[in-house]
């Protein structure tokens, strides 16, 4: 309306004279162009557009205020991270999101692992539940999985409830039913499995993998260790995992026995800053390179402790109790035993069986350390239980070697 009386006055400047026809003309040209840009902007306060823009966010306001209240109530969130969850997930009424809460409660879940898993995946609560959800937890369920079990397992891995069950889930599970697992080890797997292992990319993965083991003879049960108690061994990228095998091989490992399972599960985890500082921490105790790598072969695991659990126990075997270090490499499982629970109390009744000259003859590490407690109690407490009365309590911790004026010193 502004630009066009501004037009009009152009029009009558127009017909007037003619001496002042083209000055006028440019000035009522820019006057009525200025009105014309400048129209849009007295009419933007009443625009539909901006009413619509207005209410819009209005309601967004509103649906957002809503999930906030919801999370908090039933969720257990607090005001602030239901209100950095209510970016990801809006909802304007409590239908759905009950309707997943009330679907996890009756399948097991507590409160805090349902807070879990919808902090890790709010959009969760927009799920349909029947048609979603509830296939997927009774496909869990019917493999073996269920109460405190299934909840775990999901809460630490929520993708069981995002994936699809027809393409990836029943897929997943065919695959490692088929290749070598029972039910209950793909339920160890899956339980294991920090990620999805059951995926298509997974799969393929898992089987260039398991082909190469193949390929070395590896025997099946020995490939079901491997992937039941360490799957993500086997979920390595094929150029890794390859090259941790040679690597295992080169520590002469023999692919036909399990300790190569065992050895090529220790290899994947540690770094090579990680092996050489506990080959360091076995030389200061005098293990050649030969023995330590020895020791690695026969018991894998001797290289994961701690350089503190390492000295603790060989100051004990060596200084307290006088063997040598090269005979603790030939043994090398009786590291991985319990200092306290295991080593302490078994020596302790062999310190007072030699100290009353009681033991005629020499016993290897294995039989005294490593043997179950039954055989240790048979042989060593129950034989001289009427010349040393006290060995039962002495090997139970309740009787101390200094009661008994008994000690460990250097040897």
């Not at 799957?231 to 995992?241: R, S």
Request: net charge positive.
């Amino acid at each position: 309306m502004v630009a066009n009386f501004c037009l009009g006055l152009l029009m009558n400047e127009y017909n007037s004279s003619y001496s002042y026809r083209s000055i006028n003309f440019v000035r009522g040209w820019r006057w009525a162009r200025y009105a014309a840009l400048c129209a849009p902007h007295f009419r933007r306060p009443f625009s539909s557009k901006t009413l619509l823009e207005s209410g819009k966010d209005k309601a967004e306001e509103q649906e957002r205020s809503f999930t906030v209240s919801y999370l908090v109530s039933s969720c257990g969130f607090s005001s602030e991270n239901a209100l950095s969850l209510s970016k990801k997930v809006n909802f304007e009424n409590p239908e759905r999101p009950d309707s997943v809460l009330d679907l996890l409660r009756e399948y097991g879940f507590a409160d805090s692992q349902i807070s879990k898993l919808v902090h890790k995946v709010p959009k969760l609560l927009l799920s349909d539940s029947k048609k979603r959800l509830l296939p997927k937890l009774e496909f869990l369920r019917s493999i073996g999985l269920s109460g405190e079990s299934l909840a775990h397992t999901i809460c630490t891995n929520p993708v069981f409830l995002t994936a699809s069950l027809e393409n990836t889930l029943i897929p997943g599970y065919n695959f490692f039913k088929r290749e070598l697992l029972s039910d209950e080890k793909i339920v160890n797997v899956i339980k294991r499995s920090l990620w999805g292992i059951l995926g298509n990319r997974a799969q393929s993965i898992v089987a260039q993998n398991l082909r190469v083991l193949r390929s070395l003879e590896v025997p099946q049960s020995s490939i079901s260790v491997l992937v039941s108690c360490h799957p993500g061994v086997v979920c390595q990228k094929p150029e890794v995992f390859n090259k941790d095998v040679e690597e295992v091989i080169r520590l002469g490992f023999n692919p036909m026995t399990l300790a190569f399972v065992n050895g090529l599960q220790v290899i994947s985890k540690m770094t090579k800053s990680t092996w050489e500082h506990k080959m360091e921490v076995y030389r200061r105790w005098g293990w050649t390179e030969d023995e330590i790598l020895l020791a690695f072969r026969k018991k894998p695991t001797c290289m994961y402790l701690s350089e503190k659990n390492i000295v603790s126990k060989m100051d004990f075997l060596v200084n307290k109790m006088g063997w040598q270090p090269a005979d603790l490499a030939r043994v090398p499982g009786v590291l991985t035993l319990s200092l306290e629970q295991r080593i302490i109390p078994r020596c302790s009744v062999i310190r007072v069986l030699m100290a009353k000259g009681l033991l005629k003859k020499k016993f290897t590490l294995s039989s005294l350390l490593v043997s179950v407690d039954s055989s240790f109690i048979s042989r060593f407490v129950v034989n001289y239980q009427e010349t040393v009365p006290q060995l039962l309590d002495i090997f139970q911790g309740k009787l101390s070697l200094q009661e008994l004026d008994f000690q460990f010193e250097e040897k």
